[in-house]
DNA sequence: ATAAAACTTTAGCCTTGTCTAAAAATATTT
DNA sequence: AAATATTTTTAGACAAGGCTAAAGTTTTAT
């Protein structure tokens, strides 16, 4: 049985190195998941007697298959509860993560299986993200950022990587959404900033916005 | 802020004493709640602390206003969840109590009252208990136990006082369900065991069955 | 009206998960 | 290659919630 501190020590272990495969540090952990350093510690450490977790003493961990398995089933619940509450209970795009940061945590392999289907199996979360499968697999997201979009080519978002309240709301009030056209106009190395025109109209981005947004083209 | 535990305790109340307005034993608790007598009388300690229950050493505990509303809500999340599972997921009533558990503690006002419009606005679970509204009211169910009804009378099943995964099983093998018509044709003093007649069969019904079935008539 | 039984509370301990402060190990500079 | 800085771990404390055993209170039976 995993508690549920220790799905959200998987997750972040997962989405740090490259879905687990990759040797996360201590301090990573501790940051993405607002705790201490020597909190971290302690949990890594029984996530590895648990074999849920590949633990060296100051080199950092990983993810076991079955630790892989863990976190990407939290991170399935997680972005099928997004989309549930986007498309069927009409919450907008910035307000579902906290709500999904608890639903997340709920244990019924036949609800979340039930729920996939409910949904009609969609494939990525209303920021766009890729939702595992049932095994934890997933394709890969084949979008690239806006920043290396050459001016005059245009694309479609298909991915926002930062999924905060306040990033949200600025794209909402700017009137973008995923699965809109963008076109890239001007780049400035001063600041590298971009101009774009989107739907409804021309405006700068900055660099901050940018790296946020990923396009497919 | 109150917590999953204190959530639990407080639903425990409002159950055993009609909407908590009856003052519940120590031992009551620690009986539907599967822990012990002690546990208890810390944990309505901390709610008497909080404002939320009246209590009184050695004479039982209470809700207060603030306690009811509180426990309603819990009462209103579970019983929402259950038709969701049972109506849009496929669950069928014997599957959905444990995992509706779960989802009574979810804290989001905008989801409770979102997913209360996405199924209709239901008034009763799948078990035919009535499910409180925003301000935590519902009307009383109005209906009687078999137990009352004279033989030759029929009703419809609208309420199972029992949610046990085994006596719900009960019915499913003998074909019964809410809304199904029933006519009582003999009573049985020696046992107070039922003769009755269901759409599929006759059957005969022990007490222990018998006094977990009420029917509106 | 007591004695016995049943119930409730208190005291002290345990586990989980978190923290701070100090010690140990690793990385970076000079 | 030493000295310094950074990162990580350890040690010890704490809060929440639960338990057992013992003590205190209320109820029931004689």
Redesign the interface.
Known sequence: MVSLSEENYLKAIYQLGQQGSVAVSTNAIAKKIESKASSVTDMIKKLAEKKLANYVKYKGVSLTEKGRLAAALVVRKHRLWEVF?VE????SWD?VH??AE??EH???L??VN??DD?LGNPTHDPHGDPIPDREGNYLPVKSVSILDINPGKAGVLALVKNSSDAFLKYLNKNNLSLGDSIKVLDFEPFDNSLTIETKSKKMIISKEVAQNLYLSI
């Open positions: 509450l069927k209970l009409n919450f307000e906290d709500v608890q639903l709920i244990k019924s036949k609800l039930q729920l409910f």
